[in-house]
């Protein structure tokens, strides 16, 4: 019974453990959602604009603001905002059109 309740015992503090991120560590993830968001982009000459905006782990996202120019003929180099949505645990980037926003 002793050892059955001491490996319990040693399972429950192992799972209550929290793993601290470094600043390293999301330093590098900055960087990764960055590429990704940047290699997503429609547009050209492309940039973030400011910094991330980190959802919680329950979401699991980060939000970037993208500008750079948009590069078919007809929009005439017109500047343009992409919004980029980077999923964390995926890695995966999805970007959207985001000119509305009002630039100051």
Known sequence: MKPALLLLASLALGITQAQASTPQSWKQ????????????SQLKDVKTIGNSARFADTVGYDALLLEGR????????????ELCLFHRQSGQASVTEWDSIERR
């Open 29 to 40: 993830l900055d960087k990764t959602a960055q590429a990704a968001c940047l290699k997503a």
């Open 70 to 81: 948009y590069p078919q003929k007809h929009m005439n180099n017109r500047r343009g905002t």
